[in-house]
């Protein structure tokens, strides 16, 4: 297995970042997830406009130029041969004596990149539906950025894996904000597709745009609102998306069946269009 640490490409049992990583003292990174499908990545140029916006918001400078990360996920791809997974990004503030504002200008941030190997597109779950459970959203104020500080959304995970389930929907104020690590959508009764609007509340899903651009091109009705726990037990269907799962359809939520328990057949119209998109 090849990683590529700081600029280079090297074998996993090589890679050595170090204990001063503000990544690891601070959790001062951020990080990105892109699907490969067929050996190439899927809906890339957005992934990689998210990465530079939250470095920008998070004051690190960008290491290199969208082309050059390309370029690098690419050859880490083929040189590990991958199929279908991912690519795992991250960037932190780099290395530098345990002090909390910024280290100077000069310090270079740290890049890791690693590939996971995955079945995506024949995902078991995605043929009987997954079941979620809903915590309280612990999380900060600025989640629109896709920080590595993610002990809320660990938490919130293991309570979904004690609870034998497959995500846990955070909520706020009694509205689902997201997916511990996926954007939720339900469809009403009268077939709307509903998802939280962006804000600092929630991530800007890449998955959750191409699903939008793609229902819309379908003439569905979208509809870009909040949503209660409430309103997703009473929804006609309930899914999830995400490059690692793209669109997860949701049959139960807190032990209660969405609908009939089954994968809603605009769901599976969604996720059969993403597929088609995505190879
Ligand atoms: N998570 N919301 C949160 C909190 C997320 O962590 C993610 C992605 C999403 C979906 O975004 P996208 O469609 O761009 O993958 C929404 C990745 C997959 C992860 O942390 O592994």
């Not at 979208?222 to 999830?240: I, P, S």
Request: charged share 25%; glycine share 8%; hydrophobic share 45%.
């Amino acid at each position: 297995r090849i990683v590529f640490v700081n600029g280079e490409f090297v074998p996993y049992e090589e890679a050595r970042i170090s204990i001063m990583d503000r990544g690891f003292l601070f959790g001062d990174g951020i990080y990105e997830v892109a699907a490969v499908l067929g050996g190439r990545l899927v809906d890339n140029d957005a992934h990689l406009a998210r990465l530079v916006r939250c470095l920008g918001e998070i004051g690190i400078e960008n290491p290199y130029p969208v082309a050059e990360w390309a370029q690098l996920e690419e050859e880490l791809v083929k040189r590990n041969g991958l199929v279908e997974g991912l690519v795992y990004m991250e960037v932190t503030r780099g290395v530098w004596e345990r002090d909390f504002p910024f280290p100077p200008a000069d310090v270079k941030p740290t890049v890791v990149m690693f590939t996971q190997e995955k079945s995506i597109t024949g995902s078991k779950l995605a043929e009987t539906g997954a079941k979620v459970i809903t915590v309280p959203d612990l999380r900060w104020k600025r989640r629109d950025i896709k920080s590595v500080a993610l002990l809320a959304q660990v938490l919130a995970k293991q309570e979904a894996a004690k609870a034998g389930v497959s995500e846990a929907w955070m909520v706020e104020d009694g509205y689902v904000t997201e997916g511990g690590s996926s954007t939720a959508f339900i469809i009403t009764k009268d077939g709307r597709i509903v998802t939280r609007p962006l804000s600092n509340a929630i991530l800007p899903g890449i998955t959750r745009q191409a699903v939008m651009h793609l229902a819309e091109e379908q003439g569905l009705t979208l509809e870009e609102r909040l949503f209660t726990v409430e309103e997703a037990l009473d929804a006609a269907e309930a899914f999830y998306t995400s490059a690692s799962a793209f669109v997860m359809p949701t049959v139960e939520m807190d032990g209660k069946p969405i609908a009939d328990g089954k994968p809603g057949p605009l769901t599976r119209r969604l996720r059969a269009l993403y597929l088609d998109m995505a190879q």
